[in-house]
């Protein structure tokens, strides 16, 4: 399985997405402004790997601060936090990861700064261990819903990639083919960033896990020839009330199931489930620039100077939801409060 981010001597090396699948090549982020720009430039994307380069980022970035009380290296923090949070606004896991450092911090404020700078450094890398661990538990409650031989649709990317490895929605995938399932799986192209056949595509395939790549637009067709038996997608941000934020297109997919009464199911570690809002209609939605849409890499596809509306994400109502998988167990969507005192 390719490594997505990992902390190297000070630096936070980020496999770049942008290029992929025909460049493998790592970028060694030496600040955590070139972090937040990595992230905004969908170097690195995906909720739960974005999540883990916020903290990445901030443990670099305080390294640099000169202080001599926590006042002072709080201060110093305000700055980083800020740049980073404001890079993409639809993944609940940036906040979750600044909250997460921000929290251990007060609770060791009577540490030297140099102590705290060095804590920093080690819960970024506990965010990237305790990820992988979180997916493969997605990956054992999820696989329950996988039958031998049955073709499950996904869309965009919440791979390996798009977490610190093994993936959310593939999770399930994986923990199925190791029981010995025999599975396949259709991957949308998801238009306009082609996360699904740019990098779901590609990591499947690394992966010896079957995979037919899709036009957006065929799956409806697909699920009336009777092609398709399960969805599983991940998540950027789910409500309290199930209502589940994910790259756009998703939407429509969760409808075409309900159509075709096809289980709808959403992978979601608990670190993208936002309690503090109540329903979808509350989530931030990214709006991406209009080259994503008229390009593909230098190539234009449309008209000079054409409108473009380019929404990164939509939101699927927990209706069309038929279960959340997370690490600590399945919850339906009116069921997912029980999670919350769970934590
Ligand atoms: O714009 P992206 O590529 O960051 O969008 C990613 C997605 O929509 C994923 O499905 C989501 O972040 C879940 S990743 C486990």
């Not at 649709?153 to 083919?177: D, E, Q, W």
């Amino acid at each position: 399985m390719v490594k997505t981010i990992e902390l190297v001597n000070g630096k936070v090396r980020m496999l770049d997405q942008s290029r992929l699948p025909l460049e493998v090549r790592y970028i060694d982020c030496t600040d955590y402004k070139m972090v937040a720009e990595g992230i905004k430039k969908l170097w690195i994307r995906g909720a739960p790997a974005i999540g883990i380069a916020a903290a990445m980022g901030v443990a670099i970035g305080a390294q640099e601060i000169k202080a001599k009380d926590f006042e002072e290296f709080s201060k110093g923090l305000e700055p980083i936090f800020s740049t980073i949070i404001s890079t993409r606004p639809t993944a609940v896991n940036i906040e979750w990861a600044i909250n997460r450092l921000k929290k251990l911090l007060i609770s060791n404020k009577e540490l030297r700064i140099e102590k705290l700078k060095a804590l920093l450094i080690e819960e970024a890398n506990n965010i990237l261990a305790e990820d992988i661990e979180v997916n493969k538990a997605i990956g054992r409650f999820g696989a329950q819903f996988i039958k031998d031989g049955d073709t499950i649709i996904t869309h965009c990317n919440a791979g390996s990639l798009a977490t610190g490895g093994y993936g959310t929605a593939t999770a399930p995938m994986r923990v199925a083919k190791e029981q010995g399932k025999k599975i396949r799986v259709f991957a949308d192209e998801t238009r306009p960033v082609l996360q699904g056949a740019r990098l779901t595509a590609w990591e499947l395939m690394q992966d010896g896990i079957d995979v037919t790549l899709i036009t957006d637009n065929s799956a409806g067709a697909l699920m009336k020839m009777g092609e398709i038996n399960l969805a599983i997608v991940g998540t950027d941000r789910t409500a309290a009330n199930g209502d589940v934020a994910n790259k756009i297109g998703t939407y429509s997919l969760a409808v075409l199931c309900k159509e075709h009464s096809i289980p709808f199911y959403v992978a979601a570690p608990t670190s993208s489930i936002d309690f503090s809002i109540s329903s979808g209609e509350l989530i931030p939605i990214e709006e991406r620039g209009s080259r994503e849409v008229t390009h593909i890499w230098d190539c234009q596809i449309a008209p000079d100077g054409v409108k473009v509306k380019n929404l990164a994400f939509d939101v699927t109502p927990a209706k069309y939801v038929t279960g959340i998988i997370t690490e600590k167990g399945v919850f339906s969507p009116e069921d997912l409060h029980k999670l919350k005192d769970m934590r």
